[in-house]
């Protein structure tokens, strides 16, 4: 196993996640992205969609001439299994999303990002990152190489931390609200004896 290689791969990550973190705050009125006004939102999903395009194809020169394992055929039943129940997660959390405020075609127009209300309808009644949830099983169920589990450690742990801090903004900008919900609803499993 290419230890560099990986290491290098680890830090392309860390890049992300530090990137991904600070800029996550910003907002028209304070953050890097202040200067962008309106357009904040959309230029905060466009540096996150480059950097993180970055990071995979630098992962991917890094690490795609390791030959793919050689898994049972029960593994990738097993896989295949998470990547539709990945996607199909991912289409449900979507759903709860309205679109407009999630790309950032809202705030170009001029609303507020402080505007929308703490939503927890839908897949959201049952945890709260549906869309980390969604994304870890998509990718652990690709991990059939060496580039493929790498990607799939270090996304886990970005969720895992990364929701850490989205949570804390979270908190501030809903308050009680919010730290009923966290403490009533997991955050990436859900608790099949929940009845909400």
Not at 33 to 51: D, I
Not at 121 to 145: D, V
Request: charged share 15%.
């Amino acid at each position: 196993m290419p230890v560099a290689d990986h290491a290098l791969y680890a830090l392309a990550w860390f890049s992300f996640g530090i990137g991904h973190s600070l800029l996550a705050g910003a907002t028209r009125h304070r953050g890097t992205l202040k200067r962008f006004g309106g357009a904040h939102r959309l230029m905060y999903n466009g540096v996150a969609a480059l950097h993180l395009a970055l990071v995979l194809g630098f992962g991917w020169w890094l690490l795609h001439l390791l030959p793919p394992f050689h898994l049972p055929q029960a593994v990738y039943w097993a896989q295949n299994v998470m990547i539709v129940m990945g996607a199909g997660i991912g289409l449900a959390a979507l759903r709860g999303y309205r679109a407009g405020p999630f790309l950032g075609f809202s705030q170009l127009r001029g609303k507020g990002d402080d505007d929308e209300p703490l939503s927890v309808t839908g897949i959201h009644r049952l945890i709260r990152h549906p869309l980390y949830t969604a994304s870890m099983l998509i990718l652990w169920g690709l991990a059939r190489s060496q580039f493929g589990v790498a990607t799939a450690i270090w996304t886990t742990l970005y969720f895992i931390i990364g929701s850490r801090v989205e949570e804390a903004r979270l908190t501030v900008r809903y308050g009680d609200a919010y730290r009923t919900y966290r403490r009533t609803t997991p955050a990436f499993i859900p608790s099949l004896g929940r009845n909400r």
